[in-house]
Structure formats: structure tokens, C-alpha cells
């Protein structure tokens, strides 16, 4: 084969492949998924921001986040699709880009409240295999490689010590700059209270899937972080991915 057929096949198998990205709240997720996509070219499918949209959809409509079947009912009659845009995905909430009004605390910490309802999770669940059922895809949340895309050809783990996942949210919210940036130690108790959700409810608890490649940021600068990830995925393509 030549180096020209050994590219071809490469980009073929990358058209076709799934990335399930999985870790805790601020291991940098969804900056990793961006850049995985535009490597490989695969389409970057933010779970995380579907909750979130959900979530704004039941603050909006005061919809209390404790009640499973008010919950399940709002679901039903809500439409959320991602649509790819230059830095981020378009968040499309019934048709209105809701994508800068997902990214505050309340609209995070709500989705974390929502997601636990097996109802709910199983509704979006079916959306997001709809999204990414045809493949060529990175999908970040927190059970797609165990529930989401149980098959995929690639799985991550993606995790970092609290603390540092509390810093690197409380920058990520400073440089936002949509409202005031809560203290440090406020993030981090809300961080911490969110993995203990995560990690320990009934329904698609947070945990790797058992084939997942386990990826520690915590001592990584972002190149490092980003060029192991790269490294995971190109050596599920193969030599032929980097042939000449």
C-alpha cells in the first residue's frame, strides 16, 4: 500500500470512528474533544452542553429540579441539536442559540441536578446515540463509553486532582466574563459536592469504562495534555495515520 492508500485508509477509518471522552466536572473535557475534532476531523458532540441546555430550559420554565416527572414531561416537548460553529458548537434550544447562556454556575450546577433522573438520562441518552450513530464523532460527557457508545473504538478517562480542576474552572469562568466569578473555594466545595453526585447516583454513575485509556492532567501543561490524547486516538488509526 502506498503512502497515499495508507492516508486514504486512515481518513476513511477516522470518518467511521467514535471518541467517548468521559471524566469529572473541569478535567478539561471539552477543550480536548475540540481539539481531538479538528485534528482527525471528526464533529465535536458536547453532552455536557445538552444538559445544560436542558437545564436552562427547566430554570426558564420553573420546572423544580427535584421532580422526576415534571422533569420527564419538559423533556418531551424540547428540542436540542448542536450545530458545528468556528471555536464551540451552536447549542440550539427549540431553535433559539442558547450557547452563550449555558456557561454560568446556576445553568452547571442544574444540569448536575437534572442529569441524575434515570428519565431524563435515558431520553437524552437516545438523542446523543441519534447524533453520533453514522460515527466520524468525539463525544465528552460522563458515561459515553460506558452507556452512550458502549462500542467505541476509542475510550478516555480524563481526570485531574480536584484541586486542579477547580482552578481551571475558576479561570475558565473569570475569563468568561458573563458574571462575577464566584472564590475558588466556593468552586471547589461545588466541584467536589458534583463529583460526589456523579460518581455515586443510581443511574450511569461516573466511572471508566473498562477499556477506557486513563489519562492523569494534573501535572500536564495543555500542549502535554492535548498531544497525549492525540497520541491515544492516532494509535487506534494506526501507523497508516501518520504514513508518508
Request: negative net charge; aromatic residues 4%; charged residues 30%.
Amino acid at each position: 500500500m502506498t503512502g497515499n492508500d495508507s492516508r486514504t485508509a486512515a481518513a476513511e477509518r477516522a470518518r467511521k470512528m467514535i471518541v467517548a471522552i468521559d471524566g469529572p466536572a473541569g478535567a478539561g473535557k471539552s477543550t480536548i474533544a475540540r481539539h481531538l475534532a479538528r485534528h482527525f476531523g471528526l464533529l465535536n458532540l458536547e453532552t455536557g452542553a445538552m444538559y445544560r441546555a436542558f437545564a436552562l430550559k427547566a430554570l426558564r420554565s420553573a420546572v423544580p429540579l427535584d421532580d422526576a416527572k415534571a422533569l420527564e414531561e419538559l423533556a418531551g416537548e424540547t428540542e436540542i441539536r448542536l450545530e458545528p460553529g468556528e471555536e464551540e458548537n451552536l447549542v440550539l434550544l427549540d431553535g433559539e442559540d442558547v450557547s452563550g447562556l449555558i456557561r454560568n454556575p446556576t445553568v452547571t450546577e442544574a444540569a448536575s441536578r437534572v442529569s441524575t433522573f434515570p428519565a431524563v438520562r435515558a431520553w437524552m441518552v437516545r438523542l446523543q446515540q441519534q447524533v453520533g450513530e453514522r460515527g466520524g464523532v468525539v463525544m465528552e460527557g460522563r458515561d459515553i463509553g460506558t452507556v452512550v457508545f458502549p462500542n467505541a473504538e476509542v475510550k478516555i478517562f480524563l481526570d485531574a486532582a480536584p484541586e486542579v480542576r477547580g482552578q481551571r474552572r475558576y479561570e475558565q469562568i473569570g475569563q468568561q466574563g458573563s458574571a462575577p466569578t464566584p472564590p475558588p473555594e466556593e468552586i471547589l466545595r461545588d466541584l467536589r459536592t458534583r463529583d460526589e453526585r456523579d460518581r455515586n447516583r443510581k443511574d450511569s454513575p461516573l466511572k471508566p469504562a473498562p477499556d477506557a485509556v486513563f489519562l492523569d492532567s494534573t501535572n500536564m501543561s495543555l500542549d502535554q495534555a492535548l498531544a497525549a490524547a492525540e497520541a491515544i486516538v492516532a494509535k487506534k488509526l494506526g501507523p497508516a495515520k501518520n504514513a508518508s
